[in-house]
């Protein structure tokens, strides 16, 4: 019958690999529970990909970033990883849309690199926490470049 919505529309389009914003659309609108979703969900192409990221319905919750990932935690691991003699990190998540810190990582690591590579060691030693940051901003110094800027 033409102009009448298939029941299973949904399940056919995220079965064929299909646009995920407009398969979630139509789950939002015709499903009436979520754990309907779920062994389509399983069947899909992109279910290996999306298991244990994504909620029934397909999204990762807003707060789901906020509550892993910490100032502190952020700290400790710096300090930790990049052996870093001083490690400031500033949330600036409430200045923002999304999660978002500043830090300042003062390491001998650093002695003889650029500030590219420099930064590449900051972002492999937060390889794992960055997917779930919306801006991080980094200073990274040499404990000799931070003697002299405190000096002034």
Known sequence: MAGTKSPDRWKARLLEGGSTASTYALVRAEVASPTEVAPVRAQSPVAGVLAGVLSPLGYRPGWHTAMELSAEYLREKLQRDLEAE??????TTLNRCACSFRVLVVSAKFEGKPLLQRHRLVNACLAEELPQIHAFEQKTLTPEQW???RQK
């Open 86 to 91: 001083h490690v400031e990190v500033e949330d």
């Open 147 to 149: 003697a002299r800027e």
